[in-house]
T-cell receptor, first 114, second 111 residues
Framework: AQSVTQPDIHITVSEGASLELRCNYS??????LFWYVQSPGQGLQLLLK????DTLVQGIKGFEAEFKRSQSSFNLRKPSVHWSDAAEYFC????????????WGAGTKLIIKP | SAVISQKPSRDICQRGTSLTIQCQVD?????MFWYRQQPGQSLTLIAT?????????ESGFVIDKFPISRPNLTFSTLTVSNMSPEDSSIYLC????????FGQGTRLTVV
């Protein structure tokens, strides 16, 4: 079955500390992988995506993610978080064909300690 | 990229009534996706709308409760029918052009 697992419901980090959000997927075909962020009361914004090529991808707001096929993972990282990074983060996987939906993880809520 | 205009952005409705949500995309797309996002939860797909055919509903969602129209390649509506407080949620339309693009969402409160 196709699925996305974000094992951490929430994560609390201190401002300035590094961050890693975990994402594992189960997908039968070549996966297209995404991270989205949703700030309180806001819409969903794409942080970064992986389709092929270099397995370390850079995104907006200083985020990066690494695709590890052997581990079926696509973890999101940031070297130093800012208070404005407090939000809900969603990992998603899908086919290359845009006629198919993305499969969404349950989300990880990031809380920033001052 | 795709820009999606979704309306209304929010509404408060009486139980037993219906609300129709509209989404307009700035380019032609084959499929449009309707999601529900309950507070603090992830996205749950309600249905996939293909122009010219009946929408495909996910398990737990039925056409009588969530009728969908897709009259052309840039527009779709989702109606939430005979509403109850349990229908209070955010409803999102989405399209994919590799990545997913979303409308700003409709925050529905049923009282």
């Amino acid at each position: 079955a196709q699925s996305v697992t974000q094992p951490d419901i929430h994560i609390t980090v201190s401002e300035g500390a590094s961050l890693e959000l975990r994402c594992n997927y189960s997908y039968g075909a070549t996966p297209y992988l995404f991270w989205y962020v949703q700030s309180p009361g806001q819409g969903l914004q794409l942080l970064l995506k992986y389709f092929s090529g270099d397995t370390l991808v850079q995104g907006i707001k200083g985020f990066e993610a690494e695709f590890k096929r052997s581990q079926s993972s696509f973890n999101l990282r940031k070297p130093s978080v800012h208070w404005s990074d407090a939000a809900e983060y969603f990992c998603a996987v899908g086919a290359g064909d845009s006629n198919y939906q993305l499969i969404w993880g349950a989300g990880t809520k990031l809380i920033i300690k001052p | 990229s795709a820009v999606i205009s979704q309306k209304p952005s929010r509404d408060i409705c009486q139980r037993g009534t219906s609300l129709t949500i509209q989404c307009q995309v700035d380019s032609q797309v084959t499929m449009m996706f309707w999601y529900r996002q309950q507070p603090g939860q992830s996205l749950t797909l309600i249905a996939t709308a293909n122009q010219g055919s009946e929408a495909t509903y996910e398990s737990g969602f039925v056409i009588d409760k969530f009728p969908i129209s897709r009259p052309n390649l840039t527009f779709s509506t989702l109606t939430v029918s005979n509403m109850s407080p349990e229908d209070s949620s955010i409803y999102l339309c989405s399209v994919r052009q590799n990545e997913a693009f979303f409308g700003q969402g409709t925050r529905l409160t049923v009282v």
